[in-house]
């Protein structure tokens, strides 16, 4: 199926479900990341609120996103991008938790000084995000995206999304050496799914009009993973807690591998929970907050934008025009500033999941992606589902990060397959932005008095930045690649170029894919002056 095809109703909800599912892993792991940061770990029913809450915002997001914006079958969710610099801001002096709300004995979910704890941080979070968000909707809607392309190559991409999962390496260790059995056995059951078994079909029973029953061949290990991974994990610790081989005493290692010390979420959780905008009060606002975020916001962009090229060529449709991609990057703003408002404690952005999903199912019709949104809205409003995701043991989730934190490594890494690596040029670069990006924050955050100016918005502002390594890797990049002389098929940007440019020639195609919906443009509203637009044709 390409992207303007509509595949029969029953594939479009079950193929839209597995789009969710698929990004699932992605969108449970922020809010969990985040609630040790925001002093959450041991309020679980919140936690809970915070997984609707981004499934919530992510299936509106995606639906903008389908209908107005890159028109592309792209899921829009949570990004880690947004979360390195949201844990450097969290991590100044004035967000560091309280000592009490470590401790699972003192704390009591319900007392208004604990609310307000979480909330002050979570409100600091969403300000910073609401206003760097104005700044990708600029970027979008006036064309400057188009501009930025040309100085922005493989060289700055590469070590920036590399760096935006290596400093997570703490955190997935964390999580996982809370019982390494469990994390190696997720991670065993993730790796043979998805390598070993991949090619392996399973035979399903399907239906078609007019024939009998019959049995045909399913890549389920391939399709879904992470989820056969994490349940089957799920399942073993369920059995390890009901037979007591885990350790029943709080202190003991392996003690939070057990299924019911998280148990009591499920039955607090209310069935109907509708998220809405300032749930959690009004946003606050601080420059060092949003300096940190717009880092961010600049490397999902170039992400993004890297997505909708493949996302174009996995599911058929011609290389994404100009006007697309504008209106892209300004729609997955507006997504931006959603979910500043409603306050999942992150932004929107384009899921390179998904886009790999597109290429293992050979499916990429809109319709789908729209079915999988809907999705998205209904398990958000349905609270039990966000509260049976925050019970998942926790050295299971640390062997999906350290598998799913590795790939967006690789990922990052293989942005370089377009320059030449034989050229000591490229090499340097490369290596020098990656090393600098992990050793100039892991100084900073280490002696942070050496950088006191005086000012305390300058130094929050200071401290976010380079504690943020992939503001850090990004930066040093984009001049070193910028300034440094070298060919552009040395630096990349002929073989970057060529392998998004395809076959762009043909023009009705294009209107037929990337014009905007129920004629807008095209039969309604059609002004002289529209095709100055950026994001008109």
């Given at each position: 199926y390409t992207i303007t095809d509509v595949p029969p109703w029953y594939l479009c909800i079950l193929l839209g479900i597995q789009h969710f599912l698929t990004a699932m892993g992605g969108l449970v792991a922020i809010p969990l990341i985040l609630s040790k940061e925001l002093c959450l770990q041991h309020d679980l029913l919140t936690q809970s609120h915070l997984i609707s809450t981004i499934f919530f915002v992510s299936g509106i997001c995606t639906l903008l996103q389908v209908l107005f914006g890159v028109r592309l079958p792209i899921i829009q969710g949570g990004t880690f991008a947004f979360l390195t610099p949201t844990l450097a801001m969290l991590s100044l002096p004035k967000w560091k938790c309280p000592a009490w709300t470590q401790n699972?004995?003192?704390?009591?979910?319900?007392?208004?000084?604990?609310?307000?704890?979480?909330?002050?941080?979570m409100r600091e979070v969403q300000g910073a995000i609401i206003v760097a968000s104005c700044f990708q909707i600029f970027?979008?809607?006036?064309?400057?995206?188009?501009?930025?392309?040309?100085?922005?190559?493989?060289?700055?991409?590469?070590?920036?999304?590399?760096?935006?999962?290596?400093?997570?390496?703490d955190s997935a260790g964390d999580e996982a050496g809370q019982h390494w059995g469990i994390a190696f056995m997720t991670i065993s059951f993730i790796v043979l799914f998805s390598q070993y078994l991949k090619d392996v079909p399973v035979p399903l029973?399907?239906?078609?009009?007019?024939?009998?029953?019959?049995?045909?061949?399913?890549?389920?290990f391939q399709i879904f993973p992470v989820l056969l991974g994490l349940s089957l994990s799920w399942l073993l610790c369920y059995v390890l807690t009901v037979t007591d081989v885990l350790p029943a005493d709080p202190t003991a290692y392996g003690h939070l591998a057990r299924t019911d010390t998280r148990g009591d979420v499920l039955s607090q959780a209310p069935w109907f929970r509708l998220p809405y905008p300032g749930q959690w009060g009004v946003p606050t606002v601080s420059l060092a907050g949003i300096f940190g975020i717009l880092a961010g916001v600049i490397s999902s962009m170039l992400e993004s934008v890297g997505d909708y090229y493949a996302c174009a060529r996995l599911s058929g449709a011609p290389p994404p025009p100009k006007h697309a991609i504008s209106r892209g990057i300004g729609v997955e703003g507006i997504g931006c500033l959603l979910a500043g408002a409603w306050g999942t404690g992150n932004g929107t952005t384009s899921y390179s999941e998904n886009v790999g999903a597109l290429g293992i199912t050979k499916v990429g019709s809109r319709m789908v992606i729209i079915a999988g949104a809907c999705a998205m809205l209904l398990s958000g409003i349905f609270g039990k589902v966000g509260a049976m995701l925050a019970s998942i043991p926790t050295p299971v989730i640390g062997g999906m990060?350290?598998?799913?934190?590795?790939?967006?490594?690789?990922?990052?890494?293989?942005?370089?397959?377009?320059?030449?690596m034989n050229s000591s040029r490229n090499i340097f670069i490369f290596g020098f932005?990656?090393?600098?990006?992990?050793?100039?924050?892991?100084?900073?955050?280490?002696?942070?008095?050496?950088?006191?100016?005086g000012i305390i918005q300058l130094d929050q502002v200071i401290?976010?930045?380079?504690?943020?390594?992939?503001?850090?890797?990004?930066?040093?990049?984009?001049?070193?690649?910028n300034t440094i002389p070298g060919t552009q098929e040395e630096r990349g940007l002929l073989a970057w170029k060529n392998s998004h440019k395809g076959e762009a020639d043909n023009s009705q195609l294009i209107s037929k894919v990337y014009d905007l919906p129920f004629g807008i443009g095209t039969k309604y509203c059609t002004v002289s002056w529209f095709r100055y637009l950026p994001t008109c044709p």
């Amino acid at each position: 199926y390409t992207i303007t095809d509509v595949p029969p109703w029953y594939l479009c909800i079950l193929l839209g479900i597995q789009h969710f599912l698929t990004a699932m892993g992605g969108l449970v792991a922020i809010p969990l990341i985040l609630s040790k940061e925001l002093c959450l770990q041991h309020d679980l029913l919140t936690q809970s609120h915070l997984i609707s809450t981004i499934f919530f915002v992510s299936g509106i997001c995606t639906l903008l996103q389908v209908l107005f914006g890159v028109r592309l079958p792209i899921i829009q969710g949570g990004t880690f991008a947004f979360l390195t610099p949201t844990l450097a801001m969290l991590s100044l002096p004035k967000w560091k938790c309280p000592a009490w709300t470590q401790n699972a004995t003192l704390v009591n979910a319900s007392s208004p000084e604990f609310i307000e704890v979480w909330q002050t941080r979570m409100r600091e979070v969403q300000g910073a995000i609401i206003v760097a968000s104005c700044f990708q909707i600029f970027v979008g809607f006036s064309g400057l995206i188009g501009f930025l392309m040309r100085f922005i190559g493989p060289l700055t991409i590469a070590p920036t999304i590399t760096l935006v999962a290596l400093p997570l390496f703490d955190s997935a260790g964390d999580e996982a050496g809370q019982h390494w059995g469990i994390a190696f056995m997720t991670i065993s059951f993730i790796v043979l799914f998805s390598q070993y078994l991949k090619d392996v079909p399973v035979p399903l029973p399907s239906y078609q009009r007019g024939k009998k029953c019959q049995l045909s061949p399913v890549y389920l290990f391939q399709i879904f993973p992470v989820l056969l991974g994490l349940s089957l994990s799920w399942l073993l610790c369920y059995v390890l807690t009901v037979t007591d081989v885990l350790p029943a005493d709080p202190t003991a290692y392996g003690h939070l591998a057990r299924t019911d010390t998280r148990g009591d979420v499920l039955s607090q959780a209310p069935w109907f929970r509708l998220p809405y905008p300032g749930q959690w009060g009004v946003p606050t606002v601080s420059l060092a907050g949003i300096f940190g975020i717009l880092a961010g916001v600049i490397s999902s962009m170039l992400e993004s934008v890297g997505d909708y090229y493949a996302c174009a060529r996995l599911s058929g449709a011609p290389p994404p025009p100009k006007h697309a991609i504008s209106r892209g990057i300004g729609v997955e703003g507006i997504g931006c500033l959603l979910a500043g408002a409603w306050g999942t404690g992150n932004g929107t952005t384009s899921y390179s999941e998904n886009v790999g999903a597109l290429g293992i199912t050979k499916v990429g019709s809109r319709m789908v992606i729209i079915a999988g949104a809907c999705a998205m809205l209904l398990s958000g409003i349905f609270g039990k589902v966000g509260a049976m995701l925050a019970s998942i043991p926790t050295p299971v989730i640390g062997g999906m990060f350290l598998v799913m934190f590795g790939v967006i490594t690789a990922v990052g890494i293989s942005n370089l397959q377009y320059t030449d690596m034989n050229s000591s040029r490229n090499i340097f670069i490369f290596g020098f932005s990656v090393f600098a990006g992990l050793t100039v924050p892991n100084w900073a955050s280490k002696n942070s008095t050496l950088l006191e100016t005086g000012i305390i918005q300058l130094d929050q502002v200071i401290q976010v930045l380079l504690t943020t390594g992939m503001f850090v890797g990004g930066l040093l990049g984009f001049i070193l690649d910028n300034t440094i002389p070298g060919t552009q098929e040395e630096r990349g940007l002929l073989a970057w170029k060529n392998s998004h440019k395809g076959e762009a020639d043909n023009s009705q195609l294009i209107s037929k894919v990337y014009d905007l919906p129920f004629g807008i443009g095209t039969k309604y509203c059609t002004v002289s002056w529209f095709r100055y637009l950026p994001t008109c044709p």
